[in-house]
């Protein structure tokens, strides 16, 4: 059983940046792990995903080139550096982690999941 708790997320100016970190309780090394968003009266959203190693990453179009996503395994932590941040970029930010899955697969075939962490961003 793996345990996500998100951090990192608040208030910050259009143009700012922001970084997420993930917490897991159990060993997450041999995981895909994945960021995803939610804002108001939106669904859930894809943002960008790593493989287990890391050496692999996945982005959406929207966030490539500002957003990067990295893990550190021996602290069992994914990170997500948000640069260049936007008013659209407004979100509940997810972490979420599946085994023998790839960085490219749905939202579906993560099954572990954190409580999430609000990122504001005003214009």
């Known amino acids: 059983q793996v345990q996500l708790v998100e951090s990192g997320g608040g208030l910050v100016q259009a143009g700012g940046s922001l970084r997420l970190s993930c917490a897991a309780s159990?060993?997450?090394?041999?995981?895909?792990m994945a960021w995803f968003r939610q804002a108001p009266g939106k669904e859930r959203e894809f943002v960008a995903a790593?493989?287990?190693?890391?050496?692999?990453?996945y982005y959406a179009d929207s966030v490539t080139g500002r957003f990067t996503i990295s893990r550190d395994n021996a602290k069992n932590t994914l990170y997500l550096q948000m640069n260049g941040l936007q008013p659209e970029d407004t979100a509940v930010y997810y972490c979420?982690?599946?085994?023998?899955?790839?960085?490219?697969?749905?939202?579906?075939?993560?099954?572990?999941w954190g409580q999430g962490t609000q990122v504001t961003v005003s214009s």
């Open positions: 979420a982690g599946g085994r023998e899955i790839s960085i490219y697969s749905p939202r579906s075939s993560y099954y572990y």
């Open positions: 159990g060993r997450t090394v041999a995981y895909t």
């Open positions: 790593s493989s287990w190693s890391g050496g692999t990453a």
